[in-house]
């Protein structure tokens, strides 16, 4: 199959602006909880009512500041309540948000701010307002710089008490569909970061489909309020979107700012979502966490066993979905339930004891994890997006889902496989193009379509598959063409490696450098009654050495002799983004890595 269309469930056109459903629902139903903050670490409810007085309190005091409709306002923090105060004030007004990553370079502020043309920036702590004051002399066009952690949104309410509720409202009014939202930066794996201009109608597209076509998501059980709480970050697309869709469908939202395990899983137990939005590394963690829980408690043998019934279980409900099979058998149903007691509900309980869905998006899930979450209790849907398409493209649908795959495009959207094996979309949610710069945006947007960079293939059902990137494809001296993501996530999978980067151009063969988890490294250690290690040293260990070499193995099963990885190097460190190794959404800067570690991709094949 080369193209597929999904026709729309969104009827009619979307009127107004993003910031509008935060006063017709307090109007509508003021009591409703919509939602929690964090405060001297109790979660508190937020209603309606109070939500959108504390929109519009700050929205005047924005006004009084000097902010206008049209201006762009940074926004540099992690993800907390504020933000969400902040983005729906600025839309109140017709500012557009220009979200930035808390761990930015001086130089990547500089750019941000500068392309974009802002007159304000907010940020979180003293440090990003230092890094924000160390180019502050280059930006003549940012006249203000607000500090969460100092008082800002107090300041700017007090400075907005003499605003007429009348003016913000005129100013929203004023706001229609095709009004630019915001301007999203890519994560620049290659050359400079783009500005991604989108509207209202992108967002309210998206999110009004997501919710409509995934009713069992955005909905809770007899006697619950549906709620997530949000831990992506705000500066990525996909947390930005569930922010706007949660909004709009009255979803309580929670926010966490930390996406460590330590930090994360008590508050997943405090908050209990019914649902969650992550990355599939949040869902290896937790998978990994419990089967570390299990070998330390002596019961590696019987956790393994449960993901193995968890795994057939899933299969067989996806083979009865799609008509080619019938279902769990009787004793597989009987083993499942042995384990629902044993195993399963603990999974959930990590994730609060409510969670029954979960999406995931970014980067690619593993099948068989997909699966065993499934098998577990908890079905996550997997999508495909960019930020060019206002997060998701395509996701597989309650009720058919085809783990392995990013499923059917999402309502209203058509995906084609061009000749060359490329994912274009078209769809509502498709972005306007990049800002002041015409001739990228021409190079990507091609008669209404957005040519994704992405490799893909479409199955007999429509589903998609995501094979790779058309500029990571590496060729090797001998002309043999290899893309790398499959094997780096086959290896991944494995508890002790943390990252996997392949190299290969212009080369005789395919070598990988890996770098270790150091929770996983930390679990093999005690397991073996041994003693922590400097990482310098343990990479030397040839039994931890031999053990990686299985997983190595095990991902050469995936491919040709030709596209196997014929040598690999074990770092001591880890990739990361403040080495500029790793975007902040975490992807892998390929080029970086390599000139990073030349010395050791050169005695890779010198072996």
């Not at 209603?47 to 959108?52: G, I, M, P, R, Y």
């Not at 926010?255 to 992550?278: I, K, N, S, Y």
């Not at 599939?280 to 019961?299: C, D, I, L, N, W």
């Not at 710069?437 to 957005?450: I, K, N, Q, S, Y």
Request: with cysteine; aromatic share 8%.
């Amino acid at each position: 199959m080369r193209e597929t269309t999904v026709p729309p469930v969104v009827t009619g056109s979307p009127v107004g602006g993003l910031a509008d459903v935060v006063f017709e629902y307090a109007r509508q139903d003021p009591h409703r909880v919509v939602l929690g903050r964090k405060a001297a670490g109790v979660w508190q409810d937020v209603t309606s009512a109070e939500l959108a007085a504390e929109v519009l309190a700050l929205a005047k005091g924005l006004l009084a500041q000097g902010v206008r409709f049209g201006d762009r306002v940074a926004l540099m923090s992690r993800t907390r309540y504020e933000w969400t105060l902040f983005d729906f004030a600025l839309w109140a007004v017709g500012a557009q948000p220009v979200p930035v990553y808390p761990s930015s370079s001086a130089e990547q502020v500089h750019w941000i701010l500068e392309d974009s043309a802002c007159v304000g920036c907010v940020v979180e702590d003293e440090d990003q307002a230092m890094t924000v004051g160390s180019v502050i002399d280059r930006l003549p066009g940012l006249r203000r710089l607000w500090q969460l952690d100092t008082g800002a949104v107090d300041g700017l309410v007090a400075d907005g008490r003499g605003v007429s509720e009348g003016v913000v409202h005129r100013h929203r009014s004023a706001v229609t569909p095709d009004a630019v939202a915001t301007v999203i930066y890519t994560s620049g794996t290659t050359g400079r970061p783009k500005g991604c201009v989108l509207t209202h109608a992108n967002f309210m597209f998206e999110a009004d489909t997501m919710v409509s076509r995934w009713e069992s998501v955005f909905r809770a059980g007899p006697g619950e309020q549906p709620s997530t709480l949000l831990f992506l970050p705000l500066a990525h697309v996909f947390g930005r979107m569930v922010e706007v869709a949660a909004v709009r469908s009255r979803v309580k939202l929670g926010h966490q700012p930390v996406l460590a395990a330590a930090e994360l899983l008590p508050d997943l137990a405090a908050f209990r979502p019914t649902f969650v939005l992550g990355v599939p590394y949040v869902f290896e963690k937790v998978f990994a966490a419990a089967r570390r829980t299990a070998e330390a408690q002596g019961r590696r043998g019987p956790f393994d066993r449960a993901v193995e019934t968890a795994v057939r279980y899933a299969q067989a409900r996806e083979a009865k979905a799609f008509g080619t099979g019938p279902g769990p058998s009787a004793g597989l149903r009987m083993e499942h339930r042995l384990f629902e007691r044993l195993v399963y509900g603990k999974v959930r309980e990590a994730m609060g004891g409510r969670v029954r869905h979960a999406m995931s998006g970014g980067s690619a899930m593993s099948r068989r994890l997909g699966l065993f979450y499934d098998g577990a209790g908890i079905t996550v849907f997997e999508g495909y997006g960019l930020t060019e398409s206002c997060a998701a493209a395509t996701a597989n649908p309650p009720g058919a889902t085809k783990y392995g795959t990013v499923g059917p495009p999402i309502p209203g959207t058509s995906v084609h496989i061009a000749a060359d094996g490329e994912v274009w979309l078209h769809g509502g949610h498709v972005f306007a193009g990049y800002l002041n710069d015409p001739r990228a945006t021409d190079e990507v947007l091609r008669g209404g379509w957005l040519a994704t960079g992405d490799l893909g293939r479409l199955d007999e059902d429509g589903y998609l598959t995501i094979t790779g990137r058309k500029k990571e494809i590496l060729v090797t001296s001998n002309g043999k063409s290899v893309q790398p993501t499959a094997l780096e996530e086959r290896v991944r999978s494995h508890p002790l490696v943390s990252q996997c980067v392949l190299v290969g151009n212009d080369r005789p063969y395919i070598a990988a450098l890996l770098t270790l988890d150091a929770e996983g490294i930390a679990h093999w250690l005690s397991m073996r009654g041994l003693a922590q290690r400097p990482s310098a040293e343990l990479v030397q260990d040839p039994e931890l050495t031999a053990e990686v070499r299985r997983a190595v193995v095990a991902a050469n099963t995936l491919v040709s002799q030709a596209e196997a990885i014929r040598a690999f190097r074990v770092l001591p460190g880890q990739f990361s983004e403040e080495r500029g190794l790793l975007t902040p959404s975490l992807k892998l800067k390929r080029r970086a890595i390599e000139e990073a570690y030349a010395s050791e991709v050169a005695a890779l094949y010198q072996q």
